[in-house]
């Protein structure tokens, strides 16, 4: 048994949009550790959705969780 309890980490934000949604998201379409590759396909995704409904692409995916 443990003597003490760890520490919770903190998640820190994105660096694009600077949201911690964004990065709990990521860090779970990461592959073998490969968060910079997961990060572009997100963003570029993002851009895609953006360009087709000429609408911001972060909030339709907000409401895409939702």
Request: a positive charge; zero cysteines.
């Amino acid at each position: 048994m443990r003597k003490a309890s760890p520490k919770k980490r903190t998640i820190l934000p994105d660096p694009k949009f600077n949201e911690v949604l964004v990065t709990k998201f990521v860090n779970n379409i990461m592959m073998k550790g490969k968060k910079t590759t997961a990060y572009n396909i997100f963003y570029e995704a993002i851009d895609v959705v953006s360009e087709r409904t000429k609408e911001n692409g972060l909030e339709i995916w907000k409401k895409a969780l939702v």
